[in-house]
T-cell receptor
């Protein structure tokens, strides 16, 4: 079974600072990778996803993530954060084309981002 | 196009009471899922369904039952609610299996408190 680790529980940044949130997964096969964002009181929204191809994935709102297969990592980055980026961010992994495992999306425990104006 | 709709949005239950959460999707998706979200735990899969009339257990199925009598609806039942089931519940759906490149869509959540 797959698992996901998000290293930071809570990150506090000032506006315009650069952001990098760590995500590592554990699974022996091929994976699909996702980052979701949850604004306070709202449901999860997809930021970006990696299925195949270019390991540098660009998403909405200026976010990007890089899949490094050798490190089992899929870190989320943004060059300059805004107050409106305050939210909780979840990394998720899905086992590609693997029968029952392909139905399931396994989430990390989340990283809360607080951006100070 | 409403997407994934959950009812009710908020509910307070007493220990031992039963209730059903309803999830409806209008995207003709085959797959539907129920997750629970707890602080510091991320989202954990309770049950899922790969088509009308089918259900399967996820990571944390104990204390819950589900039914998928119609393709567009996925019901989550708590037969005898316990305080440990206080959580935010999210329903989701996807056209086919996520592992084959399909996107999963989430509902807006149902806040359940068991006292």
């Amino acid at each position: 079974a797959q698992s996901v680790s998000q290293h930071n529980h809570h990150v506090i940044l000032s506006e315009a600072a650069s952001l990098e949130l760590g995500c590592n997964y554990s699974y022996g096969g091929t994976v699909n990778l996702f980052w979701y964002v949850q604004y306070p009181g709202q449901h999860l929204q997809l930021l970006l996803k990696y299925f195949s191809g270019d390991p540098l994935v660009k998403g909405i709102k200026g976010f990007e993530a890089e899949f490094i297969k050798s490190k089992f990592s899929f870190n989320l980055r943004k060059p300059s954060v805004q107050w409106s980026d305050t939210a909780e961010y979840f990394c998720a992994v899905n086992a590609k084309n693997s029968g029952a495992g392909s139905y399931q999306l396994t989430f990390g425990k989340g990283t809360k981002l607080s951006v100070i104006p | 196009n409403a997407g994934v709709t959950q009812t009710p949005k908020f509910r307070v239950l007493k220990t031992g009471q039963s209730m059903t959460l309803l999830c409806a999707q209008d995207m003709n998706h085959e797959y539907m899922y129920w997750y629970r979200q707890d602080p510091g735990m991320g989202l954990r899969l309770i049950h899922y369904s790969v088509g009308e009339g089918t259900t399967a257990k996820g990571e944390v199925p104990d204390g819950y039952n589900v039914s998928r009598l119609k393709k567009q609806n996925f019901l989550l039942g708590l037969e005898s609610a316990a305080p440990s089931q206080t959580s935010v519940y999210f329903c989701a759906s996807s056209y086919r299996a996520i592992g084959y490149g399909n996107t999963i869509y989430f509902g807006e959540g149902s806040w359940l408190t068991v006292v």
